[in-house]
């Protein structure tokens, strides 16, 4: 009866969203008379969450490789363009002098003459 109501847990509709809960929280009535079995339990839970915990990481790693080249070739072009725009500001602003206008010239003569 206990596996008729395991099994129909674990399958169809929306109960396959609760399998990690399920699998976590029924583990415990082996564990309540001997020691030796909670510990087998308890290190055989640990080690299937770490296989599924890498194992999803394995995957989100395959899924985001793509994703990841595209963003790190356009985060490249944005810096040489930043780099870029930096180099020809710094052009310009060297190219400026301090020339003196037609107005400026016509002053200081006029400012001569008197």
Known sequence: ????ARNSKLSGGRAEQYVFN???FTGWDYTIGNPD?????????VNKFRE???EYNVNMKKK?????????IFANIL???LQA???WAILEVSQITTKTTF????RIFSSLLH
Request: aromatic residues 8%; contains cysteine.
């Open 85 to 87: 725009g930096s180099v």
């Open 37 to 45: 079995t909670a510990t087998n339990v308890v290190m055989a839970n």
């Open 103 to 106: 107005i400026e010239r016509v």
């Open 52 to 54: 599924v915990i890498a």
């Open 64 to 72: 985001f490789d793509c994703l990841q080249l595209s963003l790190r």
């Open 22 to 24: 399920w699998k976590l």
């Open 1 to 4: 009866m206990a596996s008729n």
């Open 79 to 81: 810096v040489f363009i």
